[in-house]
């Protein structure tokens, strides 16, 4: 086991108070929410408990939220729901091209149905331009899809000023907030946004449940088809135990927000601070202060994000790379070469990413433990050897 987890924005572990709510809904209350007698109405109480608790954290009304089998799911549903309830054989999405992959690869998937695509580029801050995003838009727009922040250098783009736009125009909007809920405040109203994609395990609550939150009178085609549950949209018998757990992580991580914030701020700006002060040739990712609280994300010349994470694991410490090589792909991540990095800075760098169990001593560690690694690992390169000789 890691002794550091820093690597939240991947995953988050299940708080306790969520699990203890969740435990009853596997035992004594398995009841199916959808069938007539006590036990099941126990179950449904709890189904509609939780909706309430999700829509108060977003100021939308319960009955325009929808549960489903998490952010993956939720993303699916919002684009390739709105594309089939369009009322039109193709028609135009305006998205970004630093999106999650579950928005990209649909977005992929709809191309090949005909459907025409705009992925907006961002700056090297990997913000989006409302005016190139005004600019994109075209008569038979009708989805403008972007992410609220993002997961691999925790840029936070300018929601209202995009949903306010999409309203004007008469054009859906959905977001991504998968990374931004409990981070930052959202109101669904006062940011036009008509369709919105959440994920419990990004704050604290169970894998394999999500949210889709759908404004009253969108129209919105279902995307996985069977029973009448979640009022004829989202079939499939209820996960009852992961939409109470659901429930509960959002309504604590929301209450929490401010002051988690303000400690979580200064942790993630001395880290910043004191590694970019420490090595040399190595530069930060992503928007200085439009930056989700717990985001680091830095690129370090010479070096291979891979082998600074086998390192920094053999010290306890779990991060992630700027890299999809973990992941089977030899591609640098397609966020780092949107924001104008060269292939091989996007190898070199890492993203450590802060939550609620991170610690003052903890951040000190990594500064402590991250510049000798890179030290060592540029002492076996050569490329590193050349640079340096240029250098003197
Ligand atoms: C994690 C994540 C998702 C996917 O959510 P899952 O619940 O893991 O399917 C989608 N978008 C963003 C921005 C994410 O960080």
Not at 93 to 104: P, R
Request: net charge negative; aromatic share 6%.
């Amino acid at each position: 086991m890691n002794k550091i987890y820093m690597d939240n924005a991947a995953t988050t572990p299940v708080r306790n108070e969520v699990l203890e709510a969740m435990i009853p809904y596997y035992g004594e209350l398995y009841g199916n929410p959808s069938s007539l007698y006590q036990t099941a109405s126990l179950s449904k109480r709890a189904v509609e408990h939780a909706r309430a608790q999700v829509a108060d954290a977003l100021g939308a009304k319960p009955d325009e939220i929808y549960f489903t089998g998490g952010g993956t799911e939720s993303d699916n549903w919002a684009l390739i729901g709105a594309a089939d309830g369009c009322g039109k054989e193709g028609g135009h999405i305006i998205t970004t091209s630093i999106e999650h992959h579950a928005v990209l690869h649909t977005c992929r998937y709809l191309e090949e149905k005909g459907f025409d695509i705009t992925y907006l580029p961002v700056d090297a801050e990997g913000l989006v331009t409302v005016r190139e995003l005004e600019q994109a838009i075209r008569p038979d727009t009708f989805l403008i899809s972007v992410m609220f922040a993002n997961n691999e250098i925790g840029t936070i783009q300018p929601i209202k000023e995009i949903g306010r736009l999409a309203k004007e125009r008469n054009i859906l909007f959905h977001t991504d907030a998968v990374q931004a809920v409990g981070h930052i405040p959202i109101d669904v109203n006062v940011l036009n946004i008509d369709l919105l994609s959440l994920s419990a395990h990004k704050i604290y609550g169970p894998k394999g449940v999500g949210v889709l939150y759908v404004r009253k009178g969108t129209k919105l085609k279902s995307f996985i088809h069977g029973g009448a549950q979640e009022r004829g949209r989202r079939a499939g018998t209820e996960n009852v135990p992961g939409i109470v757990g659901m429930g509960h992580a959002i309504e604590l991580v929301s209450a929490e927000m401010r002051e988690e914030n303000k400690r979580l701020i200064p942790l993630r700006d001395r880290l910043i601070e004191e590694i970019l002060t420490a090595v040399p040739n190595a530069r930060l990712n992503g928007h200085r202060t439009e930056r989700l609280p717990g985001n680091v994300n830095i690129s370090f010349e010479f070096v291979e994000g891979e082998s600074i994470l086998l390192l920094l694991d053999t010290k306890g410490i779990a991060a992630s790379s700027g890299s999809a090589c973990t992941s089977g792909s030899l591609d640098p991540s397609h966020v780092l070469l949107a924001i104008g990095l060269p292939h091989e800075n996007a190898h070199g760098s890492i993203r450590l990413t802060l939550g609620r169990h991170n610690t003052e001593s903890e951040v000190n560690e990594v500064i402590r433990e991250l510049p000798p690694i890179i030290e060592r690992l540029r002492g076996m390169s050569p490329l590193y050897e050349d640079f340096i000789s240029t250098q003197r």
